[in-house]
């Protein structure tokens, strides 16, 4: 890349290091346009709250975001780049898809970013389009010397590498659409409304000739069952990482299957953010927002929760979902020891 650009950048590689990550961002701060991380996704609000202990103040204006390893609810671009005061239309945050065995496959452009962030928005909209909740990442698809296909809704890839690859299962939720076709679908659409302006303006500019999407929403494997309810790690993800819950818990999270006297629960680790303690009121929030959100992702839940659970839920020790709240950093100083951070504990 340095030798392709009319202007000058520098590369640090300090790992998953973060007071280095930190320590660099400020001292450059001053020197530069512009700062780019690539990082995983669950890593960034740590590295925020770890600057903020720290009394380091980082340029939020200048930070841009390359992520990988992990799908992310748009919750979290969107209050990032809020925060920031970072236009709709200026690259902030984009996320790549890839595979260690089968290397790059897809990566965000500023339009499918704009096409992500309307359907989160509008729910109506994507309804219409038959795109379910958690909204998927769409990525365009960038290994033009590969076939990809959906097998038993397995998403199998076809390369010659080195090793070449032949139907190679990745266990992942994926949809294949034409770009063109989605983006005349969202041009046309009459569920459109005056808030959709800014981002619809985003994909009207865009070229109509932009690669097919790989619509990727996470892992399909990694699964817990409750009371015959399949309940994705995807699924949590959009509950314990919405927007609602912001202010209150950092996103990551380890869940499990409890049993108590032969009856299943759902118990989660939950990170509060620094200075949040858990009492009642918090406890209740946090306990009936992931009824909703998990609900809503996965409407057998939320009709046995109607049916049955709900019937608990004044008697906190018997409710379905069990919370042990963890002080910052328990869970988050994890990033800085594993890329990758599961939520499903597989006991």
């Known amino acids: 890349m340095a030798t392709n650009t009319p202007y000058p950048f520098w590369v640090f590689c300090p790992g998953i290091q973060q007071d280095d990550i930190i320590e660099m961002i400020c001292k450059m ?38 992520v990988i390893g992990e ?26 898809y890839a595979s260690a065995d089968t290397g790059g496959l897809g990566t965000e452009s500023l339009a499918s970013v704009a096409l992500r962030k309307l359907l989160y928005r ?17 990525f365009h698809f960038i290994a033009s010397d590969t076939f990809v296909e959906l097998v ?31 983006r005349k679908a969202i041009l046309t ?15 009207a500019k865009s070229s109509p000739w932009l690669p097919d999407i790989l619509a990727v929403t996470g892992r399909s494997d990694s699964c817990l069952i ?15 990482k919405c927007e609602e ?31 949040v303690t858990s009492d009642e009121a918090v406890s209740d929030r946090v306990y009936y927002s992931l009824v909703k959100k998990i609900g809503q992702v996965q409407p057998e839940f939320i009709d046995d ?20 709240f963890l002080s910052w950093p328990d869970l988050s100083q994890n990033t800085e020891k594993t890329i990758k951070q599961r939520g499903i504990v597989n006991l």
């Not at 925060?83 to 709709?88: H, L």
């Not at 309810?229 to 949590?236: F, K, S």
């Open 29 to 66: 701060n001053p020197f530069v346009d512009q700062i780019i991380l690539f990082i995983v996704p669950s890593a960034i609000a740590h590295l925020h709250l770890k600057a903020s202990e720290g009394k380091r103040s980082l340029p939020l204006e200048k930070l841009r975001y390359i």
């Open 71 to 96: 799908p992310f609810p748009e919750s979290i671009r969107t209050s990032l780049q809020n925060r920031a005061g970072i236009p709709e239309d200026i690259p902030f945050m984009f996320s790549m």
């Open 122 to 138: 509008n729910q109506e909209l994507a309804n219409s389009l038959g795109i379910e909740s958690p909204i998927p990442h769409f």
């Open 152 to 182: 038993d809704s397995h998403f199998c890839v076809t390369r010659w590498q080195g090793i070449p690859l032949v139907r190679y299962i990745l266990y992942d939720r994926v949809a294949l659409y034409s770009w063109r076709k989605l």
């Open 189 to 203: 659409s009459d569920k459109l409304d005056s808030q959709d302006e800014a981002l619809v303006k985003i994909i």
């Open 226 to 240: 409750l009371l015959g309810t399949n309940l994705t790690e995807y699924m949590l993800d959009a509950a314990v």
């Open 245 to 275: 819950l912001n202010d209150i818990l950092t996103g990551l999270y380890r869940a499990r299957i409890l049993y108590e006297e032969d009856q299943q629960y759902l118990e989660f680790d939950l990170e509060l953010r620094q200075g």
């Open 305 to 324: 929760w109607k049916r049955v659970f709900s019937a608990w839920d004044n008697v906190p020790t018997k409710r379905i979902l069990r919370l042990n």
